[in-house]
């Protein structure tokens, strides 16, 4: 991969320069802060931060591309948020299974998610709130003495109403 290809980086080998905020990041995760923002002005590499220390320092964790979601669906709610947390399940299966995080033990037990042979779907007509699927990841971080990150990526495409909502069980509002 090349010094100046346009597409995040994945491998903490791959970032440059930024030694101190990887040790800031580690060290928040490590203390159990519930709420990190990573902000800067667009391009410097925030994307590539994120999936190059998540992967790096080997947390189970999963990156919604709201952007993403975004552009595909026009709008934002719990379910769209869903679908997004799904693709990234299904693209990090082996990764996240190798930290231990059985992804489809874990999605069986969460109403609104099935999981077959055939993959894993979200039922648009029992999606749980997000309140209660934050709450299952903390549950299963929590039984296996470790934590679970959830990120999500390009966040100013939120509705209000889902960010609030996030932002209140993050912080215990």
Not at 84 to 96: A, D, E, H, I, K
Request: cysteine-free.
């Amino acid at each position: 991969m090349g010094l100046f290809d346009v597409n995040p980086k994945e491998s903490l080998e791959d970032l440059f320069g930024r030694d101190d905020e990887l040790r800031d990041f580690k060290k928040a995760l490590g203390l159990g802060v519930r709420f990190v923002v990573i902000y800067g002005v667009r391009r410097v590499g925030k994307t590539s931060f994120l999936r190059a220390a998540l992967k790096g320092f080997r947390y189970p964790h999963a990156i919604v591309d709201v952007r993403e979601v975004h552009s595909e669906f026009g709008t934002i709610g719990r379910y769209h948020l869903y679908r997004g947390l799904v693709r990234y399940f299904r693209s990090n299966l082996s990764f996240l299974e190798g930290l231990g995080f059985r992804l489809r033990d874990f999605l069986g037990r969460v109403r609104g998610f099935s999981v077959s042979g055939l993959g894993i779907e979200v039922d648009a007509r029992e999606v749980p709130s997000l309140t209660e699927f934050l709450a299952y990841l903390n549950d299963w971080a929590s039984e296996h003495g470790t934590r679970f990150v959830l990120a999500f990526d390009e966040v100013q495409y939120l509705r209000y109403q889902v960010l609030l909502g996030l932002l209140s069980y993050l912080l215990g509002l």
